[in-house]
Structures are given as structure tokens and as C-alpha cells.
């Protein structure tokens, strides 16, 4: 059996709640735990338990990708994932983008290009553009659109989003972008 | 009956019944909680449709068994007799196979419009199979494949012909206590070609319509075998075996390729709903399973 620890029901006699595990992850580069009921979805997880409230609620129904985070390099829709899947993996939100006071390049994008209004779906959207110039970083446009699909924004029309994705991808390929994953 | 809230479901929303949650490390260990449970345990692949079916209530299993943390089950490897995937291969593993590219061309073309891209990196081609959802693409490929499903229950192990899986809505051959561990799909052969064709509103939709073909070619150029099968205008994915029947021994030609689209099309009963009428869906049949039968007729000459 996978190393799993059942937790202790922290409202003992309450039948509302419960079974409970503990989730032990790393999310940004830094260990994060809590005691959780095995039906937590992973985004409550992260916002609820650990406070990180940059990944968005939006559909709750897996059609929007507001929740999008990396799952071990991977971007998924973390409204659709348990906490307890996710126990000693590797997970990184819109938190984990600035790094010692820096933006990062797709940050820098969408600001450059205006790749928001309501800023509702940015988070998901910034997520999945990482994954995207991760795995692919010279997109054609046709590619960007493809790898945001799962990702709605209401506001934009998309067009300064892709426009925001080119703007990274053109500055983490320059001299002086330096490939920053 | 009085729907049952809790505090966290006002606070949270949408959230999923409350289950017991096992994550087993061996197959026989999976099975045997499986077992224990007698149908009302659910596997958890990648969780892309039972966690939404979950969190709408329309399952509420007692327990999730949980099969990411079995070592082996997630590949994809071709031997002297099939390709074989495992269940728990991601359906974007599809996407990024090189060998599935270059001679599985139906399961790229299929994988490629799955869901979506978020969607694809957790969900599993053993989930996508296995589930019994008609609307689902990777069913007919597997008919017009002739795949063959290996399953393991704590009694043994066997093969269920994907022709013999599908029974019904959601319903399958695959007993409450078995697992799916494997996919084999005949091994790729000179003179054959497939494709996958679907009809759909937006990106992340149900198909309105998908045709699953592949064609097997003698070395004088006509069709030595043929598979067609068809997504989304049944209670299951449907396989067009009269269709097929059509196309054996025939020039892989337009006259052949038009009586098997309407050899495909009396099989089907599709539903009208948002997706548009059915007689609208069932034009859409034949329009399909032309395109799908020109386009592995042209791979099958050794075209993309």
C-alpha cells in the first residue's frame, strides 16, 4: 500500500465530515502539509488549507481552467484532482512565478500586451502558458491556442493573451531571458 | 429524498460525497478491495469524468481505489504481436508518442481532440475505454482496432474483445471486482491505415459525431480487412460491422467507401439534444465515415 497516513477525525462523533488523510506536498519548492477529508479537491487544498488563494474558482465543473496549476511540470484543472492524488508530488501555483522580486516573463507578457481585464483567468492562464513554453518554447500561434483551449477568458477575445505568450516566449529565448523555465 | 449538506458544502460548493480512499501499490492488492467492496467501489485513473460525475452526485461510491500508485501500468510498447497501452497512460502520452504518431494515426487523430489539453494530462486511456460512456472517443477506435482488453480480478486474468466490451450506457463487460490493466491493439501492418474523425461545437465539448476507421490493404490494392466504428449516435460507441462486411474485397474507392457510409448509418439511433437534431447527427454519420475512409485509404497508400 502507497505510504498513506489516515489521519485522526480532528471532529471526532461529527458524521458530516470525514475520512480524513494527511497530504503531505511540495508546492513552489517548499513542503506543505495538512489533515484533510479524502474528498478535498486539490484547488480547496490549496486555498483553503494552504492559504493560496492565486489559483482560481471558476466553473468547478472542469470546463474552465481558472484552477489550472503545474502537477509535477504538468498544467491541469486542480478542481478535478483530489488532494490526497496529489500527496509527495510537486506542484507549483501563480505564487511560485516572481521569484526574489522578479516577475517572470509570462507575468511581464501579460502585462505588456494588456493579456487581461478582469484578471479572473490570468492565474490559469499564466499556468498553462508555463507548461506550454516548458514543453514548446518557440509556439507557433496556431500551438498557443491550442494549448490554451481548456482555459476561458469572458473578457479578452484571447487575442492580446496569445500576444502575451509570444511576448515571453520571445523574451525567455532572447540573450538576456536566459531560458528561465 | 433530503439532499445531505454539510457546512463545507456551503462554504465550498461544488465537492464530491465523502468516501473511503485507497491507493493500493499492487494489482492484486486493487482487486482485492474491489472485491471487499462488491460494486460500490470506484477505480480512480485520472478522475477527468467520475470526479465530475461525484461532485453532481450522480455516483456516490463508498470508496475510491485509487490506481496511480501501481508501478507499470502507464505505457506504451509495441512486440512481436500489438501495441500495448497501459490503463493508466495518459491520453496526452498518445499526443506525444512518436510511435503512435508514425503508425497508430487513428489514436493521435483521437487524442488530439479529447476533452482538452488540461483535461488530456490527467485523464487515462484506460479510463476513457473503460468508462462505458457512448460520447466518448477512444471506444470506436478501439472497435475499428479489434482491440482486446486485459483484465485482472482477484480469480485471474483474461481478454475481452472490444467488440464484446461495450454493453450499454456505462454498462461493460468489466465485472465490479475486475481491473483494467492493459490495451492490445493488433501490431501495425504494411498496407494499413486509420483515422479518427469528429464532429464537435467548441474545444472541451461531447462529439456531435465521430467515425473510427481502418483499413488493411492486399498487395494488389484492394481491402483485405476493414474496421469502422462510430462515437455518440447510440447507447454505445457502435461498431458498423455491415459496413465492414461491405468493404472487404472492394477497390478502396468512393462507390465502396459511399455504400459503407450508409451501412453505417442504419445502425445508429442517435438522440436529439443541444448537439443538434438526429437526423442532422445521422447526415453527419455518413459525412464522417467518408472522410474517415478516404483519409485511412490515403494513409494506407502511405499519405499522412
Redesign the interface.
Given at each position: 500500500m502507497h505510504e498513506l497516513v489516515l489521519a485522526e477525525m480532528p471532529s471526532a462523533g461529527d458524521e458530516e465530515t470525514g475520512p480524513f488523510v494527511n497530504v503531505h506536498v511540495t508546492v513552489n519548492g517548499a513542503p506543505r502539509s495538512a489533515t484533510v477529508e479524502t474528498r478535498t479537491l486539490l484547488v480547496h487544498f490549496l486555498r483553503e488549507n494552504l492559504s493560496l488563494t492565486g489559483t482560481h474558482i471558476g466553473c468547478d465543473t472542469t470546463n474552465c481552467g481558472a484552477c489550472t496549476i503545474l502537477l509535477d511540470g504538468k498544467a491541469v484543472k486542480s478542481c478535478t484532482i483530489l488532494a490526497v492524488q496529489a500527496d509527495g508530488r510537486e506542484l507549483r501555483t501563480v505564487e511560485g512565478l516572481e521569484t526574489d522580486g522578479k516577475l517572470h516573463p509570462i507575468q511581464e507578457g501579460f502585462i505588456e500586451e494588456h493579456g487581461l481585464q478582469c484578471g479572473f483567468c490570468t492565474p490559469g492562464m499564466m499556468m498553462c502558458s508555463v507548461a506550454l513554453l516548458q514543453k514548446n518554447p518557440h509556439p507557433t500561434e496556431e500551438q498557443i491556442r491550442r494549448a490554451i483551449s481548456g482555459n476561458l477568458c469572458r473578457c479578452t477575445g484571447y487575442v492580446n493573451i496569445v500576444k502575451a505568450i509570444q511576448h515571453a516566449a520571445n523574451k525567455m529565448a532572447g540573450p538576456s531571458g536566459g531560458g528561465r523555465p | 429524498m433530503t439532499p445531505?449538506y454539510?457546512?463545507?458544502q456551503e462554504?465550498?460548493?461544488?465537492?464530491?460525497?465523502?468516501?473511503?480512499?485507497?491507493?493500493?501499490?499492487s494489482i492484486d492488492?486493487a482487486v482485492q478491495i474491489l472485491d471487499r467492496f462488491g460494486g460500490e467501489a470506484k477505480v480512480?485513473a485520472g478522475?477527468?469524468s467520475l470526479?465530475?460525475v461525484m461532485?453532481l452526485r450522480l455516483a456516490e461510491p463508498r470508496a475510491?481505489v485509487?490506481i496511480?500508485?501501481i508501478p507499470d501500468l502507464a505505457h506504451i510498447r509495441e512486440d512481436a504481436k500489438s501495441l500495448r497501452i497501459g490503463a493508466t497512460t495518459r491520453t496526452n502520452d498518445l499526443n506525444d508518442s512518436e510511435l503512435i504518431h508514425a503508425r497508430y494515426p487513428i489514436l493521435s487523430d483521437a487524442a488530439y481532440e479529447i476533452?482538452?489539453?488540461?483535461?488530456r494530462?490527467?485523464g487515462t486511456v484506460g479510463g476513457n475505454v473503460s468508462h462505458g460512456d457512448p460520447a466518448n472517443d477512444l471506444p470506436a477506435c478501439m472497435l475499428a482496432l479489434g482491440a482486446h482488453f486485459v483484465v485482472r480480478s482477484p480469480t485471474g486474468t483474461r481478454t475481452i474483445p472490444a467488440k464484446e466490451f461495450y454493453q450499454d450506457t456505462f454498462v461493460t463487460a468489466l465485472e465490479s471486482n475486475e481491473l483494467l490493466l492493459e490495451i492490445q491493439i493488433p501490431k501495425a501492418r504494411p498496407g494499413q491505415g486509420n483515422a479518427y474523425v469528429k464532429l464537435e461545437k467548441r474545444?472541451?465539448d461531447f462529439p456531435i459525431v465521430g467515425v473510427a476507421a481502418n483499413l488493411v490493404l492486399t498487395t494488389k490494392g484492394t481491402i483485405e480487412s476493414a474496421g469502422l466504428a462510430l462515437t455518440a449516435v447510440g447507447p454505445t460507441a457502435l461498431k458498423a460491422t455491415e459496413a465492414e462486411r461491405h468493404l472487404v474485397g472492394k477497390a478502396p474507392e468512393d462507390a465502396a467507401f459511399q455504400r459503407a457510409a450508409e451501412f453505417a448509418q442504419e445502425i445508429t439511433s442517435p438522440v436529439s439534444d443541444l448537439r443538434g437534431p438526429a437526423e442532422y447527427k445521422r447526415a453527419m454519420v455518413r459525412v464522417l465515415a467518408l472522410r474517415a475512409l478516404h483519409r485511412a485509404s490515403a494513409r494506407a497508400h502511405g499519405g499522412a
Amino acid at each position: 500500500m502507497h505510504e498513506l497516513v489516515l489521519a485522526e477525525m480532528p471532529s471526532a462523533g461529527d458524521e458530516e465530515t470525514g475520512p480524513f488523510v494527511n497530504v503531505h506536498v511540495t508546492v513552489n519548492g517548499a513542503p506543505r502539509s495538512a489533515t484533510v477529508e479524502t474528498r478535498t479537491l486539490l484547488v480547496h487544498f490549496l486555498r483553503e488549507n494552504l492559504s493560496l488563494t492565486g489559483t482560481h474558482i471558476g466553473c468547478d465543473t472542469t470546463n474552465c481552467g481558472a484552477c489550472t496549476i503545474l502537477l509535477d511540470g504538468k498544467a491541469v484543472k486542480s478542481c478535478t484532482i483530489l488532494a490526497v492524488q496529489a500527496d509527495g508530488r510537486e506542484l507549483r501555483t501563480v505564487e511560485g512565478l516572481e521569484t526574489d522580486g522578479k516577475l517572470h516573463p509570462i507575468q511581464e507578457g501579460f502585462i505588456e500586451e494588456h493579456g487581461l481585464q478582469c484578471g479572473f483567468c490570468t492565474p490559469g492562464m499564466m499556468m498553462c502558458s508555463v507548461a506550454l513554453l516548458q514543453k514548446n518554447p518557440h509556439p507557433t500561434e496556431e500551438q498557443i491556442r491550442r494549448a490554451i483551449s481548456g482555459n476561458l477568458c469572458r473578457c479578452t477575445g484571447y487575442v492580446n493573451i496569445v500576444k502575451a505568450i509570444q511576448h515571453a516566449a520571445n523574451k525567455m529565448a532572447g540573450p538576456s531571458g536566459g531560458g528561465r523555465p | 429524498m433530503t439532499p445531505r449538506y454539510s457546512i463545507a458544502q456551503e462554504v465550498w460548493g461544488v465537492i464530491p460525497p465523502r468516501f473511503e480512499y485507497f491507493a493500493p501499490s499492487s494489482i492484486d492488492e486493487a482487486v482485492q478491495i474491489l472485491d471487499r467492496f462488491g460494486g460500490e467501489a470506484k477505480v480512480l485513473a485520472g478522475g477527468q469524468s467520475l470526479l465530475p460525475v461525484m461532485k453532481l452526485r450522480l455516483a456516490e461510491p463508498r470508496a475510491l481505489v485509487d490506481i496511480n500508485r501501481i508501478p507499470d501500468l502507464a505505457h506504451i510498447r509495441e512486440d512481436a504481436k500489438s501495441l500495448r497501452i497501459g490503463a493508466t497512460t495518459r491520453t496526452n502520452d498518445l499526443n506525444d508518442s512518436e510511435l503512435i504518431h508514425a503508425r497508430y494515426p487513428i489514436l493521435s487523430d483521437a487524442a488530439y481532440e479529447i476533452a482538452d489539453p488540461l483535461v488530456r494530462n490527467m485523464g487515462t486511456v484506460g479510463g476513457n475505454v473503460s468508462h462505458g460512456d457512448p460520447a466518448n472517443d477512444l471506444p470506436a477506435c478501439m472497435l475499428a482496432l479489434g482491440a482486446h482488453f486485459v483484465v485482472r480480478s482477484p480469480t485471474g486474468t483474461r481478454t475481452i474483445p472490444a467488440k464484446e466490451f461495450y454493453q450499454d450506457t456505462f454498462v461493460t463487460a468489466l465485472e465490479s471486482n475486475e481491473l483494467l490493466l492493459e490495451i492490445q491493439i493488433p501490431k501495425a501492418r504494411p498496407g494499413q491505415g486509420n483515422a479518427y474523425v469528429k464532429l464537435e461545437k467548441r474545444i472541451g465539448d461531447f462529439p456531435i459525431v465521430g467515425v473510427a476507421a481502418n483499413l488493411v490493404l492486399t498487395t494488389k490494392g484492394t481491402i483485405e480487412s476493414a474496421g469502422l466504428a462510430l462515437t455518440a449516435v447510440g447507447p454505445t460507441a457502435l461498431k458498423a460491422t455491415e459496413a465492414e462486411r461491405h468493404l472487404v474485397g472492394k477497390a478502396p474507392e468512393d462507390a465502396a467507401f459511399q455504400r459503407a457510409a450508409e451501412f453505417a448509418q442504419e445502425i445508429t439511433s442517435p438522440v436529439s439534444d443541444l448537439r443538434g437534431p438526429a437526423e442532422y447527427k445521422r447526415a453527419m454519420v455518413r459525412v464522417l465515415a467518408l472522410r474517415a475512409l478516404h483519409r485511412a485509404s490515403a494513409r494506407a497508400h502511405g499519405g499522412a
